[in-house]
Nanobody, 123 residues
């Protein structure tokens, strides 16, 4: 069982930056691939970024965030991060972290989810 708690969301102007954190419980954090997803009102949950387990050598990003967002992990702190730069109003959404067995872009492949943190980007 893994429990995930996101933090770091907030209100930011377009062009600004935020760093989201997702703290995980349990001793097996390093064995999980981690992902970030987001969901805007009235829209489906969409993939943002993923990072492989252990040393996190493999990452993948949605085209919409590539070059602006960076996913990373600190296994010693059982935490995964999402650094978001050059934020746009269309990035406004609730952001969720998730843990799964492989770094994939499909939400159904993840076993554990956090409660989400809201990111609002004003124009």
């Amino acid at each position: 069982q893994v429990q995930l708690v996101e933090s770091g969301g907030g209100l930011v102007q377009a062009g600004g930056s935020l760093r989201l954190s997702c703290a995980a419980s349990g001793r097996t954090f390093s064995s999980y691939a981690m992902g970030w997803f987001r969901q805007a009102p009235g829209k489906e949950r969409e993939f943002v970024a993923t990072i492989s387990s252990s040393r996190g050598g493999n990452t993948a990003y949605a085209d919409s965030v590539k070059g602006r967002f960076t996913i990373s992990r600190d296994n010693a702190k059982s935490t995964v991060y999402l650094q978001m730069n050059s934020l746009k109003p269309e990035d406004t959404a609730a952001y969720y972290c998730a843990a799964g067995v492989a770094p994939r872009s499909r939400a159904y492949t993840y076993d554990y989810w956090g409660q989400g943190t809201q990111v609002t980007v004003s124009s």
